[in-house]
């Protein structure tokens, strides 16, 4: 419930005042301590003779019954056209009302902007049925900071360091079938970085025993460069680019990148940039080998491998 900043009375306050009346002080005076006219003291104590402390609730404004009601044969008509995709004020000179009472019924039926007429696009949800068959690159723009932001440290007399510090890139990659992850920190977003980034990945991958096939990355320059696309023949892998401004193709990669801010990134208060770094290997550990992940049953990523336990143990210690 909202209540007006300056309101005199709110729920607790009027039941104080009906208590002052029932304990034996003029409405006058209960109202004058309240700082209301005994009209509105006598007011409340009448409800709550009436309806108990409920009574002292507030009550909708809206008239309980309507003098002329708009006809249902006319909302229904309204409806018909409005389905038709005609505009508010065209259906009003068909129907004979004025613009103002076709607004209000269209929005009363959900249908106040067309594009509420369209029908939901259906939810498509893909899955790889091997690892490596399909991993999702994509970058997220972070700033270094040499120290805490006004947030954390409640001034901002030092700020001016921060906003010189620069850049960092965190390149992120996800396995679409096993959900395992990898993260490094680049100097920027360009395509050397995204090249060294690629085969740091798929060697990553590789070392779990997992041969990548396939990458999908969005429209980036980076990964429209030919420096990518060579590198990509050169490891044998098949590159697939995302429809322009779809980033829910990517799905994986960007959930994973708001998991990364939420637990890695803004997890804590870093004292640097440098010290947030030094996190994300822990954080990628966690996440791969112990984090439970809903979409695969609550289980860890490294659980969809399948390793047998002398190689658990060995790439776990």
């Given amino acids: 419930m909202d209540i007006h900043k300056n309101a005199r009375l709110t729920p607790l306050g009027r039941e104080r005042?009906?208590?002052?009346?029932?304990?034996?002080?003029?409405?006058?005076?209960?109202?004058?301590?309240?700082?209301?006219?005994?009209?509105?003291?006598?007011?409340?104590?009448?409800?709550?003779?009436?309806?108990?402390?409920?009574?002292?609730?507030?009550?909708?404004?809206?008239?309980?019954?309507?003098?002329?009601?708009?006809?249902?044969?006319?909302?229904?008509?309204?409806?018909?056209?409005?389905?038709?995709?005609?505009?508010?004020?065209?259906?009003?000179?068909?129907?004979?009302?004025?613009?103002?009472?076709?607004?209000?019924v269209l929005k009363r039926l959900g249908l106040n902007k067309l594009s509420a007429l369209d029908p939901a696009e259906p939810t498509r949800r893909y899955q790889r049925e091997h690892p490596g068959e399909l991993i999702h690159i994509d970058i997220k723009k972070l700033g270094r900071f040499s120290t805490p932001g006004h947030r954390v440290r409640g001034e901002r007399r030092e700020e001016w360091r921060n906003r010189r510090a620069g850049w960092e890139f965190v390149h992120v990659c996800i396995d679409d079938a096993s959900r395992i992850a990898f993260s490094q920190i680049r100097p920027d977003e360009r395509k050397r970085s995204a090249v060294a980034f690629l085969k740091a990945a798929v060697a990553d991958y590789k070392s779990l025993g997992i041969t990548v096939e396939r990458v999908m990355t969005d429209n980036g320059s980076c990964y429209r460069s030919r420096t990518f696309r060579n590198a990509c023949r050169r490891l044998r892998l098949r590159h697939i680019r995302t429809r322009p401004y779809t980033p829910k193709t990517n799905g994986k990669a960007e959930r994973f990148i708001q998991t990364s801010l939420r637990e890695w990134a803004y997890a804590r208060a870093y004292?640097?940039?440098?010290?947030?770094?030094?996190?994300?290997?822990?954080?990628?550990?966690?996440?791969?080998?112990?984090?439970?992940?809903?979409?695969?049953?609550?289980?860890?990523?490294?659980?969809?491998l399948g390793l047998p336990e002398d190689n658990l143990l060995r790439l776990h210690s």
């Avoid at 947030?276 to 439970?292: D, G, I, M, Q, V």
Wanted: net charge positive; hydrophobic share 35%.
């Fill in 271 to 304: 004292q640097t940039s440098r010290q947030r770094a030094k996190e994300l290997p822990f954080f990628l550990h966690r996440y791969n080998w112990h984090r439970p992940h809903a979409a695969i049953g609550g289980n860890p990523p490294i659980s969809r």
């Fill in 17 to 104: 005042l009906v208590k002052m009346v029932l304990c034996g002080q003029t409405a006058q005076a209960a109202g004058e301590a309240a700082g209301v006219c005994p009209r509105t003291a006598r007011k409340w104590l009448e409800r709550h003779n009436q309806h108990g402390l409920a009574g002292l609730q507030d009550r909708s404004s809206r008239p309980h019954r309507l003098r002329q009601p708009t006809p249902q044969p006319v909302i229904e008509r309204i409806e018909a056209l409005r389905r038709l995709r005609m505009p508010g004020k065209e259906i009003a000179a068909q129907v004979g009302v004025s613009a103002a009472t076709v607004s209000r």
